[in-house]
Structures are given as structure tokens and as C-alpha cells.
């Protein structure tokens, strides 16, 4: 297992070298903050995994807010604003609202490295670095992560409801969303697999197990247990985005979706005899390739617009703007 993370490792730095040449990966650098906050790794590190240790569900929190950041303007911590008299965020978006959570590691994590390096390490820095701590500590593989993001003034409710895909979106709207972020759909399939960690809401789901014909009868009938089907009752249930292992980072997920028993519609989507089945049936038999594919695609994502040098700022809490 270790000579496999090893390799990981020595792929995520191949794929650090291609991505160089792109037009936004030269703004930022693995060795960012080399000389200004040296140990910020040995501080964000501890926090997480003390979190995930408290409860599993929270490294798959902390994964999908650095996706709903970058697909909305960037990665650049505008998720994390929070609602004012005078402005409004976006955690009260559709894909947002009573779902994303883990804001008070978050604050825990910038609160330490305030006393460690004060006015130095951005928001949007911390979420890349916590989102990777998490896989790692799940089980899945570690990457090398770039950094120099820093924080917007602004956050936008409206293209949180457009650009972050919902869970009943087919794969045409997936290839769009994505697409328009300068993701392929290599890039989607890849980071689909997230969902190997984590559970979603009845809410989310519900549309899925009791109407598609794409899902394992049995399956759909253990999860309508949980789930019943008239709106507004057991809303909040959960169930695991992946059936086998939801606390462990690995390939299951795929499988899962070889047997028809994805969670969401836009799950199963990706194995639906359209042009991901391959890609999912690769993943599903080899590990190895999921993980290599999963952490370009995360240095891809976080690559997303980030605002560098003198754009945006520092925050002191990541919640509010200085």
C-alpha cells in the first residue's frame, strides 16, 4: 500500500509539471508560502483529522465545499461568506442551503494559523489544503497542492443556483457544467468519485428511487425505507453516496454504478449506456487509475480563476470580508 501512495505522490508531481504550462497554473506554486508560513501543512492537518475522527462525514464536507468554491467564480472562498443585512452569500443557493457544512473546522483552521502566520494564508488556500488532507485521510491519494489563492470580496447566490450541477441533472447538463469550467469530461467522471465518501439528503434522491428505471430494484427499495416518497417527509434522511465503504476513499463508487446502485440520478447517469460507461467500468477495475485520474482533475479544478497577487484579499475571518 505504501509503494502505491508513493506513486501517487511522483504522478501528482508529473501532472504539476503539465499543468505549468496553462494559462492560470503558473500564478500559483506548490512552495507558496515556503518562507512566509512554513509548517501551515503541520497546523490544517491535525484540525482535519481531529474532525473526521469526531465524525467520518466531515472529510467528504470538506471535499465537496472546495468544489461548490470553485464552481462558482473560482476557488476563492466566496462559499464561505456568510449572509449580512447588506450582503448576501451564497450558502442559502439551491445546491447550498441546509446541505454544505464543515464552515467551523474551517474557522478552527484559520483561527490557528492566524497565531502561526497572521494576515498570510488565504481562505481559499485553506479549502484546497483541507480538501486533500481529507482524501489522504480517508484512505485516498495525496497530491502536492498549489497555492497563492486569495479571498474575494464578493460571492454570487445566482451563479451558485446556475453553475453548481444538481443532483437530478442528466449527463448532458454535466458535460456542460463542467465543461464550462474548463473541465472534460474525463475530468468530471474522475471527480464524480468523490462520492466513493459521504452521504446526500432523501431530499436529494428521492426523485431517483422512486422514478428511474436505471437503478437496482432491491437497492431502490432498501433506500425508500429511509426515504418515503411524499415531499417533505424525512427530507433530511441520509443514506452513504457509496453503499459499500462511505468512509473510505476508494473505487467502490464505480462499482456501485456497474450494479446500478448510485445514489442520485446524476450518479447513475455516468453508467446509463452513454459515453462514461467506459470510463466508470476503467475506474471500477483498477484503483490505481482512478486515483491518478482524481488528482489531476483536483489540481485541474483548483486551477479554477484564482484571483493572485493583489486581486481580492487576506481575510482574517473567513466568514466576513476585512
Given at each position: 500500500?505504501?509503494?502505491?501512495?508513493?506513486?501517487?505522490?511522483?504522478?501528482?508531481?508529473?501532472?504539476?509539471l503539465l499543468l505549468v504550462g496553462t494559462s492560470s497554473a503558473h500564478t500559483l506554486k506548490t512552495g507558496f508560502y515556503s518562507a512566509s508560513c512554513p509548517n501551515?501543512?503541520?497546523v490544517i492537518k491535525p484540525i482535519v483529522k481531529s474532525a473526521i475522527?469526531?465524525?467520518?462525514?466531515?472529510?467528504?464536507?470538506?471535499?465537496?465545499l472546495f468544489f461548490h468554491d470553485c464552481f462558482v467564480n473560482g476557488c476563492d472562498a466566496s462559499v464561505l461568506l456568510d449572509d449580512t443585512g447588506n450582503f448576501i452569500g451564497e450558502k442559502t443557493a439551491g445546491p447550498n442551503n441546509n446541505s454544505i457544512r464543515?464552515?467551523?473546522?474551517?474557522?478552527?483552521?484559520k483561527k490557528k494559523i492566524e497565531k502561526a502566520c497572521p494576515g498570510v494564508v488565504s481562505c481559499a488556500d485553506i479549502l484546497a489544503i483541507a480538501a486533500r488532507d481529507s482524501v489522504v485521510i480517508l484512505g485516498g491519494p495525496n497530491w502536492e497542492v498549489k497555492l497563492g489563492r486569495r479571498d474575494s470580496r464578493t460571492?454570487?447566490?445566482?451563479?451558485?443556483?446556475?453553475?453548481?450541477?444538481?443532483?437530478?441533472s442528466n449527463l448532458t447538463r454535466l458535460i456542460a457544467n463542467f465543461s464550462s469550467q474548463g473541465l472534460s469530461v474525463k475530468d468530471m467522471v474522475a471527480l464524480s468519485g468523490g462520492h466513493t465518501i459521504g452521504q446526500a439528503r432523501c431530499t436529494s434522491f428521492r426523485g431517483h428511487i422512486y422514478n428511474d428505471t436505471n437503478i437496482d430494484s432491491s437497492f431502490a427499495k432498501t433506500r425508500q425505507a429511509n426515504c418515503p416518497k411524499r415531499?417533505?417527509?424525512g427530507d433530511k434522511n441520509l443514506a452513504p453516496l457509496d453503499l459499500q465503504t462511505p468512509t473510505l476513499f476508494d473505487?467502490?463508487?464505480?462499482?456501485?454504478?456497474?450494479?446500478?446502485?448510485?445514489?442520485?440520478?446524476?450518479?447513475?447517469?455516468?453508467?446509463?449506456?452513454?459515453a462514461t460507461d467506459s470510463q466508470v467500468k476503467s475506474y471500477a477495475s483498477s484503483i490505481n487509475t482512478f486515483f491518478s485520474d482524481f488528482v489531476t482533475a483536483m489540481i485541474k479544478m483548483g486551477d479554477i480563476k484564482p484571483l493572485t497577487g493583489s486581486k481580492g484579499e487576506i481575510r482574517k475571518n473567513c466568514r466576513k470580508i476585512n
Open positions: 500500500m505504501a509503494s502505491s501512495t508513493s506513486s501517487f505522490v511522483a504522478s501528482s508531481l508529473v501532472v504539476h501551515v501543512f503541520d475522527s469526531g465524525e467520518k462525514r466531515l472529510g467528504a464536507s470538506l471535499l465537496r464543515g464552515f467551523n473546522v474551517v474557522d478552527k483552521i460571492a454570487s447566490r445566482s451563479k451558485a443556483n446556475t453553475d453548481i450541477p444538481p443532483p437530478t415531499t417533505g417527509s473505487n467502490n463508487y464505480f462499482k456501485n454504478l456497474l450494479n446500478h446502485k448510485g445514489l442520485l440520478h446524476s450518479d447513475q447517469e455516468l453508467f446509463n449506456n452513454g
